[in-house]
């Protein structure tokens, strides 16, 4: 059988070398391969999860009842994967060894919840994401990308240094939004409370600013722009000290102790003001807009 | 052998010296991890200090229970379980501690704040402040489309809307000197507590020192530049609040670096 395969190897030109530095490499590259590890957790109702990590994406979805499932993959060699459960709580945390940077130490991980959990979930890098959730969301992250859809009910605090923030049907909680240079793009997204603050990111919303709600945009240097439909209802209150505000609505004029600077600012209702919008800039431009 | 496992069995191991009893893998975690091995060496070296202590001068028998009392009400110690082989009390697990402390981050985060408030708070109203006739219902008609031309100059000059009067108080003081040139242009050195936290950020997180340091250039050109205008114009309310969430936005940077890079 040897023979066969010595004389096979022979006919196909494959010289040992050959053949044995392929085999080491394929061994290296499996070492470096990263690992998936799988924790299973038994909670009761409104869970609080907390996941840190310091490189890597973290993704949550829901799952069953009273079930989380954490899966992280990562590579043993360098990071460790330090988690604990105190009754409903549950902390999940990377642990870079020595010697680990960006490259080597990244953990990803990805979350299956009771949909009424409340999750922290702190990366640098990102990107984190959620979706299908009905508890607390509070996402932190350094450049992380963050994506929300199709949360209900809960708060959402998003806190990061850069990177795009989207958030997309999110409703009937309090919306919490600080970015130093991310843009923000809100779709559908309505509550008792939504605001956005951003130094130089750009925000947009589309959508009809619910009803009873109190919406504050404010950036630096930013573009806020919002796109709403003809029937929305909303007191509008709009002003940058140094960029242009343009709206196409004809808003009614509303008493105000601000007074309106034409080109710089507009004060007035659309509907029967249900809501109120602060649009502030200090040197963006800022447009409302009909759909 | 994780983190958890090896603080589990440290009190076992300084009480009877037993590194080799738990095996190469408590050998190899401590080689990797800095945390652990640290916290190892200061325990070793308390207990040392400990026995001397104890060779020279031996307090009464009675301190260590109410040494014992007390570190219990910290929550620092319990007792161990009835399935444990030891009955004698066990550490209680603390967090992971970070090589080095970031704690001069959260007074700086919280001193922003406050010398951003005392700055907008304190700044005189001076009398020519652009006071502008408070809205009565009707007299402001609403403008559909607005819209001004966005050339720089145009921004510049006509912000805010000023009367040849107006600008003419503008570049005078109350007192009649000359107002201050803007000082937004020259971009300053940075401040102490900037580079000590870049220095922190370079030791820590060295991948992020660039995303870092553009950012707070960034909200420091963001902070002169609002303070410039509200140097032009100290009665503008709207101005001082930017200046506000300018400061505000420098304290988010710092509370990031402060959660993301211990």
């Known amino acids: 059988m040897a023979g066969l395969l010595m004389a096979g190897l022979r006919q196909v030109r494959i010289d040992y070398p050959t053949v044995v530095g392929l085999v080491l490499a394929s061994c290296l590259a499996s070492a470096a391969f990263a690992a998936s590890k799988e924790y299973r957790y038994t909670v009761g109702p409104h869970a609080n999860i907390t996941v840190d990590t310091q490189y890597g994406a973290i993704s949550v979805k829901p799952g069953s009842d009273n079930l989380v499932v954490v899966t992280a993959t990562f590579k043993p060699e360098n990071v460790e994967v330090d988690q604990q459960q105190s009754g409903n709580r549950i902390e999940v945390a990377s642990h870079l060894l020595r010697g680990t940077d960006q490259q080597t130490g990244q953990v990803d991980y990805e979350l299956m919840i009771p949909p009424d959990a409340n999750v922290n979930l702190r990366s640098s890098t990102g990107p984190l994401s959620a979706e299908r959730l009905r508890g607390d969301l509070t996402l932190e992250g350094a450049e992380a990308v963050v994506n929300v859809r199709n949360v209900e009910d809960g708060h959402v605090h998003v806190r990061t240094m850069g990177g795009p923030i989207t958030l997309v049907d999110v409703r009937n909680g309090h919306v919490e939004i600080a970015s130093i240079s991310g843009d923000v793009h809100l779709k559908s997204v309505t509550g008792p409370l939504v605001q956005v603050s951003s130094g130089s990111g750009r925000i947009f919303y589309d959508g009809d600013f619910g009803s009873g709600g109190d919406y504050r945009f404010i950036t630096h240097s930013g573009d806020i722009e919002a796109l709403v439909p003809a029937d929305v209802s909303a007191g509008f209150r709009a002003h940058s000290m140094l960029g242009r505000v343009q709206h196409d609505f004809p808003l009614k004029p509303r008493h105000s102790r601000f007074s309106e600077e034409v080109g710089r600012s507009f004060i007035g209702n659309a509907g029967q003001a249900s809501s109120e919008v602060v649009l502030r800039s200090f040197s963006g431009r800022i447009r409302l807009k009909q759909q | ?262």
């Open chain 2, 1 to 262: 052998m994780t983190c958890s496992d090896v603080q589990r069995v440290l009190p076992e191991v300084i009480d009877g010296d037993l590194n080799g009893a738990f095996g190469s893998d408590f050998e190899t975690h401590l080689r990797s991890c800095p945390d652990c091995s640290d916290l190892l060496s200061d325990l070793k070296m308390i207990t040392t200090e400990a026995r001397q202590l104890a060779a020279t001068e031996e307090p009464s028998p009675s301190v260590w229970p109410q040494i014992a009392a007390q570190l219990r009400a910290e929550g620092l110690i319990r007792d161990q379980n009835s399935e444990s082989a030891a009955g004698g009390p066990v550490l209680v697990q603390l967090p992971p501690r970070p090589r080095w402390s970031a704690w001069w981050l959260a007074p700086v985060a919280a001193a922003l704040v406050a010398a951003g408030s005392y700055v907008i708070s304190h700044k005189p109203a001076p009398q020519f402040a652009n006071q502008q006739a408070p809205a009565t219902p009707g007299a402001a008609p609403a403008q559909a489309p607005t819209t001004v031309p966005e050339s720089p100059a145009a921004t510049t000059a006509s912000v805010p809307a000023a009367t040849p009067e107006q600008e003419a108080k503008k570049s005078t003081t109350p007192t009649g000197l000359p107002a201050p040139a803007p000082e937004a242009t020259v971009e300053p050195l940075p401040s102490a507590e900037d580079r000590q936290f870049l220095s922190v950020v370079s030791t820590r997180a060295p991948s992020m020192r660039a995303a870092y340091e553009n950012q707070l250039k960034a909200v420091n050109a963001d902070i002169r530049e609002t303070q410039a205008y509200v140097n032009r114009n100290p009665g503008d309310a709207d101005a001082r609040q930017h200046l506000m969430d300018a400061y505000q936005q420098k304290t988010l940077l710092y509370q990031i670096a402060l959660d993301r890079i211990q």
